[in-house]
């Protein structure tokens, strides 16, 4: 039996995408802080926290997919910006992405075909003030994936998913009241806000065989902020 680990799922896109992924039959390995006390079916999960440092568990067999979902929104202006913060967004988005890339490789080749899917944000393709720390992290977990994707064709398929802001708790502050979801709304072409399960929708395509000839690609989903202007 084959698993697809789910790192770091417990709200927001990786909650909405164990979901999708249960809902179609899929096992799913859940390692998180906050693990559910309710039994689901085809779900097995156990704590882990990958901002330490302990060991990270042995796979439970073959890895048909994994997804990493851990990150940060940190928004200053650069001045403000400490290195402190710098270290932390680099520590959760792109460090723990390494780590754990690095211990379920060999899982992830022994099932031949599997897919991985990292989180991007639309603030590294597109220049955006007060994101310094952020861009800069997720520019670099976006060459991470693209040079995977090279280096471990055919066996593992790599991609990344670059939402904008999503209405899940991380994004909380900046959407917590009806002027500042309405501000964020008016920035993005399609005139609305994006939800978990916009981005949940694409990330359990890509995890699937369905999506079996895409590898290294950086895929937006983030209402047209990146790529369009409008008046």
């Known amino acids: 039996m084959s698993y697809i680990a789910v790192i770091g799922g417990s709200s927001g896109i990786g909650a909405k995408t164990i979901d999708i992924l249960l809902h179609k039959g899929?096992?799913?390995w859940h390692l998180t802080r906050n693990p559910s006390s309710l039994p689901r079916e085809g779900l097995k999960e156990e704590y882990f926290d990958v901002s330490s440092a302990q060991a990270f568990p042995q796979a439970p067999g073959p890895l048909s997919g994994l997804l990493y979902?851990?990150?940060?929104?940190?928004?200053?202006p650069f001045h403000n910006l400490?290195?402190?913060?710098?270290?932390?967004?680099?520590?959760?988005?792109?460090?723990?992405?390494?780590?754990?890339?690095?211990?379920?490789?060999?899982?992830?080749k022994a099932q031949g075909d599997a897919s991985v899917v990292l989180f991007s944000s639309v603030a590294a393709a597109k220049g955006m003030p007060f994101h310094a720390s952020i861009a800069a992290v997720k520019a670099a977990?976006?060459?991470?994936?693209?040079?995977?994707?090279?280096?471990?064709?055919?066996?593992?398929?790599?991609?990344?998913?670059?939402?904008?802001l999503t209405d899940t708790p991380l994004a909380s502050r900046w959407l917590n009241t009806?002027?500042?979801?309405?501000?964020a709304a008016n920035r993005h072409p399609l005139k609305r806000i994006g939800s978990a399960e916009d981005a949940a929708a694409l990330v359990a395509f890509l995890l699937s065989s369905e999506a079996a000839w895409i590898t290294g690609q950086v895929i937006h989903v983030d209402g047209g902020l990146s790529t369009l202007t409008t008046s």
């Open 178 to 183: 009806p002027e500042k979801r309405q501000n």
């Open 26 to 28: 899929f096992q799913v």
């Open 82 to 108: 400490s290195l402190q913060d710098f270290e932390n967004d680099w520590r959760i988005n792109f460090l723990g992405a390494v780590r754990t890339l690095q211990a379920f490789y060999p899982a992830l």
């Open 69 to 76: 979902c851990p990150g940060t929104i940190t928004l200053k």
């Open 141 to 164: 977990l976006e060459g991470l994936g693209r040079s995977l994707a090279a280096e471990w064709a055919p066996a593992v398929r790599v991609n990344v998913v670059a939402p904008s």
